[in-house]
């Protein structure tokens, strides 16, 4: 079975400044996608950025950005220029990319950003 | 509305008693999946639905959870006989169809459910 491991239960980031959120997963399949999801108070889950596992270039969005290492298994979010509408519940997850499995989701635990002054 | 929506926003029951929790995914995606979010914690699959058949219930805890979906729109979560550990957020997610890399999952608010 897959896991994902977010061991960053909190972070706190100036506005302005950049700041990366860590996320290493665990699999033995070759085909698969990660993903970043933004959880505002609001509960409703936003997808924020995707990485398939078989592009070597990191994806990239506007101010968010990835480090996908495949080797290690990991797969960290950059937040250039925070600003204090990022502060949320970040959540890191996987997806088989296999034919015939159910396209469930495995999150992690969760990271709660603070966006400060 | 153009998103995935879910009723009721909250639901306070007590122990013992049987609840139901609606989804209505965006119009036109074949996929939905149940997932629910204990506090603290990221959510974990439930079941996932492709059309009107269960693709893959495996994330359902016991038998006193069911889902359906009939019309292969419209489902909804169904909790027999509810316990204090059941009380968590159960949030849907549809999407286009169930495979291929450009299969975002777009999420509802989700219910928040409390077993008193």
């Known amino acids: 079975a897959q896991t994902v491991t977010q061991s960053q239960p909190e972070m706190s980031v100036q506005e302005a400044e950049t700041v990366t959120l860590s996320c290493t997963y665990d699999?033995?399949?070759?085909?698969?996608?990660l993903f970043w999801y933004k959880q505002p108070p609001s509960r409703q889950m936003i997808l924020v950025i995707r990485q398939e596992a078989y592009k070597q270039q990191n994806a990239t969005e506007n101010r968010f950005s990835v480090n996908f290492q495949k080797a290690a298994k990991s797969f960290s979010l950059k937040i250039s220029d925070s600003q204090l509408g990022d502060a949320a519940m970040y959540f890191c997850?996987?997806?088989?990319?296999?034919?015939?499995?159910?396209?469930?989701?495995?999150f992690g635990t969760g990271t709660r950003l603070q966006v400060t002054l | 509305g153009a998103g995935v929506s879910q009723t009721p926003s909250n639901k306070v029951t007590e122990k013992g008693k049987y609840v139901e929790l609606r989804c209505d995914p965006i119009?036109?995606?074949?996929?939905l999946y149940w997932y629910r979010q204990s506090l603290g914690q990221g959510p974990e699959f439930l079941i996932y639905f492709q059309g009107t058949g269960a693709a893959d219930d495996s994330g359902l805890p016991n038998d006193r959870f069911f889902a359906v979906r009939p019309e292969g729109s419209v489902s909804t979560l169904k909790i027999q006989r509810t316990e204090r550990g059941d009380s968590a957020v159960y949030l849907c997610?549809?999407?286009?169809?169930?495979?291929?890399?450009?299969?975002?999952?777009?999420f509802g608010p989700g219910t928040r459910l409390t077993v008193l």
């Open positions: 997850a996987y997806r088989s990319g296999h034919t015939g499995t159910a396209s469930k989701l495995t």
């Open positions: 997610a549809s999407s286009p169809s169930g495979h291929g890399s450009y299969n975002e999952q777009f």
């Open positions: 119009s036109g995606h074949t996929a």
């Open positions: 699999t033995s399949e070759s085909d698969y996608y």
